[in-house]
């Protein structure tokens, strides 16, 4: 059993920044792939960024490629989203999901899920 719990959410203006990070419970950690995925209202869940338990392959979304970089510290079983140049559109609920035996943007492909952080972008 995986328990992910997200912060560094806020209210930030355009063309900010801001660093969300997940933090993982479980000694497996390392093992799981780790996604970043947002929900807008009236909207369905999307994928953001995934992670490889190694930490050398990333994928994006072509929405935030060049703005948004995912990473990992295995040692401090945390998953971040640096998120740069932000813009109204980036606005959402994000979410954390680990897997198991999975690496991609599918959002079923992933087992557990945080309550996810509010990310507001104003004009």
């Known amino acids: 059993q995986v328990q992910l719990v997200e912060s560094g959410g806020g209210l930030v203006q355009a063309g900010g920044s801001l660093r969300l990070s997940c933090a993982a419970s479980g000694r497996t950690f390392s093992t799981y792939t780790m996604g970043w995925f947002r929900q807008a209202p009236g909207k369905e869940r999307d994928f953001v960024a995934a992670?490889?338990?190694?930490?050398?392959?990333?994928d994006y979304a072509d929405s935030v490629k060049g703005r948004f970089t995912i990473s990992r510290d295995n040692a401090k079983n945390t998953v971040y989203l640096q998120m740069n140049s932000l813009k109204p559109e980036d606005t959402a609920v994000y979410y954390c999901a680990a897997a198991r035996r999975f690496y991609g943007s599918t959002r079923v492909g992933y087992e557990y899920w945080g309550q996810g952080t509010q990310v507001t972008v104003s004009s």
């Open positions: 992670i490889r338990w190694s930490g050398g392959i990333t």
